[in-house]
C-alpha cells in the first residue's frame, strides 16, 4: 500500500500532538501523512490545495463550518477519498445525517485511539480496493506475472552479504541497555543461575530490539549494545528502548528462588559513526562494529540514567518531540567531554 494521506479536521488544539505521538511508527515508516485543518472552511482550502487526500476524520461542531456542511461540501471534489466522523455528538440524529452525507463511519469521542486505528485501517483498505480497481481498468498488468521474485530476493541478499565487509561512515542511532544492580546477583547465586537469569533478561529486550529493526552489535557483561540504521533509525531506537522497559519492568521479581527486580537504564544517541571490522588480524579476530563520539556518548548517558530512564541528548530531543513526551534532565558532565551535555529523559 501507498502512503496514505489523512486530513484530520477538529478545533481542539491538544488533538494534532495525539495523533502524531499515537501514529508515529505509521508516520515514520510513510504509511501514512497527516495533515490538519482546525474548521470546515480551512479543511476545504487544504483539499483543494492537496490532490490525493484518502481520508477525511472530521469534528462535528467546529467554527466557520460544522462537520456535516463540510461532508456535503467535499462530496464531488475528490471522488476517492472516505470520510468518517469523530464527534461527541453521538446522538442517532447526527450518524443518520453524517451517513445520508457520505460519512463511511462514525465514532464518538473521547477518542478510543485504538478503535480508531482499527477504523483508519479498514477506511484505506477500502480507498485501496477503489484505487486497485480503477488501476486495472487502465492497465495491462501482463507482463508483472513475468517478474521472478526469487531471482530479485538472490540478488538483493548478496549485495547485502557484501555490504557487511565495507568499512564506512554512516548515519546511526546507538543504545546501550544495562540491566540495574544485576551485579550483586553473579556475587551471591550460582553461575547456572545467573548465566539463565541473565540470558532470560537478554532475550527479552533482543526481541523488542529486532521488532523496532535493531541489531545487537555485541553484549557486555550484563548491557546489550544495538544499532538502528536506515530511515526513522533513532524513533525506532526510542520505541525499543520503551518496549524493552515495559517488558523488564512487567517481569516477576521471584525466579528460580532468586528475589531480584530487574530494571534496566538506557541511553541512545544518533549521529555521524565509524561502521567496519575492528579487532587484531594476529589473533584472526575481528568484530564488525561500530566506533566514534557518537558510540561513546550513548554509552556515558546509560551510565548516567537511573533504573528505569532512557536518556537521550538534546540534538537528539529536537527531532522526536513531536512523537515522544521528553522533559529535561539538565545539563551533566560527561567522562572525557569538555562541555556539560543538555540531557533529556523519554517520559512516555
Known sequence: MNMARILVVDDESDLEVLIKQKFRKQIREQQYEFLFATDGKKALEVIDTNENIDLLLSDINMPEMDGLTLLSAVGEKQLLMRSVIVSAYGDMQNIRTAMNRGAFDFLCKPINFEDLDVTISKTLQYVEQMKSTIEAIKENNILRMYVDQNVLNFMTRRKLESSLFDNETLEATVIFIDICSFTSISENESPDQVVKLLNSYFDVMVREIIAQGGYIDKFIGDAIMAIFKGDYHLDRAIDSAIAVRNQINSLPDFVDKIIFKPQVSIGINSGEMISGNIGSASLKRLDYTVI?????????????????????????????????????????????????????????
Do not use: M
Request: with cysteine.
Open 292 to 348: 566514534g563520539d557518537t558510540v561513546n556518548v550513548a554509552q556515558r548517558l546509560q551510565s548516567a540514567a537511573g533504573p528505569g530512564k532512557i536518556y537521550i541528548t538534546e540534538s537528539s530531543w529536537h527531532k522526536v518531540r513531536e512523537s515522544f513526551q521528553c522533559k529535561k534532565v539538565g545539563d551533566l558532565t560527561l567522562k572525557n567531554k569538555l562541555k556539560p551535555e543538555s540531557v533529556y529523559e523519554v517520559v512516555e
